[in-house]
């Protein structure tokens, strides 16, 4: 994450270094990007996140000019990259697969674009040694790919692709062959070098939590749509929709009907038999709207008795435990059926749990804790 004064996209006079203005990219029927537009800033990690099938890739590939968009205008730093051929874009793009030289050293992998644009030796083995030195695999680069582990190939990979100095650095899943724990250490490292450098990154990936580490800002993509763009505390906490409050994180998702009451109060119809609940939103909900209240299960506390001034309260039984190590989230049903998910950290070594599974239990929530949500 960048710094908290990052945020060029809040001024309106900073100039984005890419924009997509009404794109559309058909491929026969199928439309694969619809009448989308976008600005990505200077120095911004930028994530495109989305199931399997969304667009997120052909948006990339069009900056990288794999693609053309049918309809609307991609711009790089103001000129319309249409024309311009894939070599001659200020732009590299760095695969899943590392796609790295088998038969060259670490060492010549890196230099193999410098040596393409017909640098001099000088600046060639200056820039390479820059580039070994950024990812830290000065003493590896005699070794060819194969002798070096998969973390390593994807340094080298980066480090090849920040070689020649792009404006914009393309990344399609670059983590995805990596275990969790080496995903995880990347993902800083591709922070800190995004930071070093200056580059601006693009990063595809199904992989909400990588977004999420990762990103300046998310764009959450379905069907070749924007869902909502914005930085990873904002999707997280204040979701537009109940597509993008679903698709990141855990969240339990309460239907019902609202009725205004008070200043930015509403009272919540929903499950027969259950009592009303109470939300406050500051989006603005008619008499017996249909809405939905998403909760995010770590605003929603678990206990044996009733809390005497809870907002709201339900009361249900353990249905399943699933234990985290540092985290237990509780699965309580309801006298309706409803399954609502409440979330404690084990902070003690050995917490003895709590509760077990058939306990009766109280879960409660206050009225700011969830976001009340038209679709």
């Not at 019902?256 to 009272?267: I, K, M, S």
Request: aromatic share 8%; net charge neutral; proline share 5%.
């Amino acid at each position: 994450m960048q710094s908290s004064t990052f945020a060029p996209w809040e001024d309106p006079n900073a100039k984005p270094l890419i924009r997509f203005k009404n794109v559309t990219k058909r491929f026969g029927e199928f439309t694969a990007i619809d009448n989308l537009t976008l600005d990505i800033f200077e120095r911004e990690f930028f994530a495109l996140l989305g199931p399997s099938g969304c667009g997120k890739t052909t948006m990339m590939r069009m900056l990288a000019g794999f693609e053309t968009a049918t309809e609307g205008v991609i711009e790089l730093a103001g000129q319309d990259i249409a024309p311009v051929p894939p070599n001659k874009r200020a732009v590299n793009m760095m695969f899943q697969s590392y796609a790295l030289f088998p038969h060259l050293s670490v060492w010549d992998n890196i230099a193999f674009g410098l040596r393409r644009d017909r640098k001099s030796k000088a600046e060639i083995e200056a820039r390479v040694e820059e580039m070994l030195r950024l990812v830290r695999l000065e003493k590896f680069a005699q070794r060819k790919p194969h002798q070096i582990s998969g973390g390593q190939r994807q340094r080298v990979a980066l480090a090849r692709s920040l070689a020649k100095a792009p404006k914009l650095l393309l990344l399609d899943e670059p983590l995805g062959a990596l275990d969790k724990k080496l995903r995880q250490d990347t993902q800083f490292e591709l922070m800190d070098i995004q930071e070093k450098t200056g580059t601006t990154f693009v990063i595809v990936t199904h992989d909400q939590e990588e977004a999420m580490t990762v990103a300046s800002r998310v764009a959450v993509m379905d069907q070749g749509q924007l869902m909502q763009v914005a930085t990873p505390d904002r999707i997280y906490e204040t979701p537009n929709s109940v597509y993008v409050a679903d698709f990141i994180g855990d969240v339990n998702i309460i239907e019902g009907r609202a009725t205004p009451e008070g200043e930015d109060g509403y009272r919540i119809d929903w499950a027969e038999g259950q009592p009303a609940l109470t939300a406050k939103s500051a989006t603005r909900f008619d008499k017996g709207q249909k809405c939905h209240l998403a909760i995010r299960p770590e605003k929603v506390a678990i206990s044996a008795e009733r809390p005497a001034d809870a907002a709201n309260a339900v009361q249900g039984r353990v249905h399943d435990i699933a234990y985290l190590g540092n985290l237990s989230t509780y699965y309580v049903e309801l006298a309706d059926g409803t399954i609502i998910k409440a979330q404690t950290s084990n902070t003690r070594r050995i917490s003895r749990r709590s509760f077990t599974w058939e306990d009766t239990v109280w879960l409660s929530w206050t009225a700011t804790a969830g976001v009340l949500l038209a679709n």
